[in-house]
Nanobody, 114 residues
Framework: VQLVESGGGLVQAGGSLRLSCAAS????????TGWYRQAPGKQRELVAQ???????LYADSVKDRFTISRDNAKNTVYLQMNSLKPEDTAVYYC?????????WGQGTQVTVSS
């Protein structure tokens, strides 16, 4: 299983970014997937999850600003991030859970300047 993230970068506060994560090596559509992030000196934390049927879960800190979605035909999960804040600065990782085992991408850096 391989997960490859893209779409990170530097953005000013209030701006937007869209992260993508392309999966290969598995039947993507039947498994839950999501995004985590890790800021310097902090633990990795859940940002958003989406089930195979499209049910979603968000961290309180990103509700109403971030939207997770998936395109099973493209084996890709997205994270639309709006109204970005400096505290959103982190490395963002996508994850895919297959039979209780978590697979991770290499991460993509998101930096929000004030």
């Amino acid at each position: 299983v391989q997960l490859v993230e893209s779409g990170g970068g530097l953005v000013q506060a209030g701006g937007s970014l869209r992260l993508s994560c392309a999966a290969s090596g598995t039947i993507f559509s039947v498994y839950p997937t999501g995004w985590y992030r890790q800021a310097p000196g902090k633990q990795r934390e859940l940002v958003a999850q989406i089930t195979s049927r499209g049910g979603t879960l968000y961290a309180d800190s990103v509700k109403d600003r971030f939207t997770i979605s998936r395109d099973n035909a493209k084996n890709t999960v997205y994270l639309q991030m709006n109204s970005l804040k400096p505290e959103d600065t982190a490395v963002y990782y996508c994850t895919l859970t297959i039979l209780a085992r978590d697979y991770w991408g290499q991460g993509t850096q998101v930096t929000v300047s004030s």
